[in-house]
């Protein structure tokens, strides 16, 4: 009747446990994503029987004692490692994000009642049929994400449920229920409360979100919470006619026209104008923002910072939003300095920036850009498949060739090197050792 097709080692303990007297069920996103149609990347398993009783079930099993406190062991299977929590209801959540304390229950409704949306409050066991106490099959169907029981009590238990709401219906393409949005509209400011971390993790998920761009433009104060330094951006009239959006719902749909998974490109596109508001220029042609990526790019370091993406993704993402308004000319010389300035993976990502950018202005003044980015990126295929030279690894030549001319070792020897390379890039010189060599021995004399 479901499609709920479980894996082989938590179906041994759905049946070992129900063979010693204890009720238990697969739960959560396994059910929620079965329903959908999806393949679930966990199987999370609830169950009547205490964390010892779990062990005893599974003498001679590895176990992993996870979170005894919470009643989670984790029972490790040929196919893999499955969490086994123990019923429970939840006491005070006085840092709005775990419960001060548990209490062990026997009844699977009870242990749904305590969770945050009715699309994960769902319960399946093969021989026990789906246990749906708050209407998660209605929602699914509906498209909605709704909280189990009182919002306001779920949000203020954890307020990373803020963030969660939003993720799952962009994930899914759902809209969130009336009285679910007010509330997130009206706890927003607990997020302050929440690990920056966390955040992090449900803000990159929404971002990649089939229905990011619903999300964004009327969440924006949810947002603005998380980055207050977008708030300038809301509502501000770009007053020119490349622009049909203020700055900030501009950001929003170049977030959504980027269909990519590529995490460091999402979030480049959600900060590449920040650096609009505050180089606002106008004249009898109307707004102007010459020179925002400078900003843009000092404002996106210390919000990449500030929400603890690793090293590599500041620095990616600061440098896309500095460069993400630069002129890219569709010729092979210019596209090869380009490779030398930001390499491969970048200026793809620049590219795709460039392509969503241009989606999001005024239509009617779209297709001559889009057009162009196509134009780069087979110059970009064609550089790369015929290997031609834009970094100092490409060159046919090194260090060592230098000082043989007699140059000592120091910058002098990368001082050339550079300029060899430039000049193969314009295509004044081949990248061939012979050539390299004369050439070398002309700039050292």
Not at 340 to 351: D, S
Not at 394 to 405: A, R
Request: with cysteine; glycine share 8%.
């Amino acid at each position: 009747m479901y499609n709920i097709k479980i894996p082989l080692g938590a179906s041994t303990i759905l049946d070992t446990l129900g063979k010693q007297g204890f009720e238990a069920y697969v739960v959560g996103g396994c059910v929620r994503d079965s329903l959908l149609w999806l393949t679930p990347k966990d199987w999370d398993i609830c169950t009547a029987a205490t964390p010892q009783e779990v062990e005893s079930c599974f003498d001679g099993y590895r176990i992993i004692e996870t979170g005894l406190k919470h009643g989670t062991v984790t029972v490790v299977m040929d196919d893999g490692q499955y969490e086994v929590t123990t019923f429970r209801t939840d006491g005070v959540y006085s840092d709005n994000r775990r419960p001060d304390s548990v209490e062990f229950v026997k009844d699977i409704r009870e242990d749904l009642a305590r969770r945050d949306f009715t699309v994960n409050a769902m319960a399946y066991n093969p021989s026990l049929g789906l246990v749906d106490p708050f209407g998660g099959q209605s929602d699914l169907a509906a498209g909605r994400i709704s909280c189990v029981g009182n919002a306001d009590d779920r949000f203020n238990e954890d307020a990373l449920r803020v963030m969660r709401a939003l993720r799952f219906a962009s994930v899914y393409g759902f809209t969130i229920a009336d009285e679910t949005a007010e509330v997130v509209h009206r706890n927003a400011s607990l997020l302050n409360n929440i690990a920056v971390e966390r955040i992090n993790t449900e803000l990159c998920k929404l971002l990649c979100g089939k229905g990011c761009l619903d999300l964004l433009l009327n969440y924006s104060d949810v947002i603005t919470t998380i980055i207050p330094e977008l708030t300038p951006c809301v509502g501000f009239d770009q007053n020119n006619r490349y622009h049909q959006y203020t700055i900030y719902d501009h950001i929003a749909h170049a977030v959504s026209n980027y269909t990519g998974v590529d995490v460091t490109t999402k979030v480049a596109l959600l900060l590449h104008d920040i650096g609009k508001p505050q180089c606002y220029t106008e004249d009898e042609n109307g707004g102007h923002f010459y020179g925002h990526g400078i900003p843009g790019k000092e404002i996106a370091e210390q919000v990449v910072d500030r929400l603890r993406f690793d090293s590599v993704t500041q620095k990616d993402v600061a440098e896309l939003v500095l460069f993400h308004d630069s002129l890219i000319e569709p010729t092979p010389k210019a596209v090869r300095r380009w490779l030398n300035k930001v390499g491969e993976t970048q200026l793809y990502r620049l590219l795709d920036m460039h392509t969503a950018d241009a989606l999001a202005h005024t239509a009617g003044m779209q297709q001559s850009r889009v057009d162009k980015c196509v134009e780069i990126r087979k110059i970009v295929d064609d550089i790369l498949a015929s290997e031609q030279c834009f970094s100092l690894k490409h060159l046919d030549i090194n260090g060592k060739d230098i000082i043989s001319l007699g140059v000592p070792e120091g910058k002098v020897v990368g001082a050339i090197l550079q300029e060899l390379l430039c000049q193969v890039i314009d295509e004044q010189v081949a990248n061939e050792r012979e050539a390299l060599i004369q050439k070398a021995k002309e700039m050292i004399k």
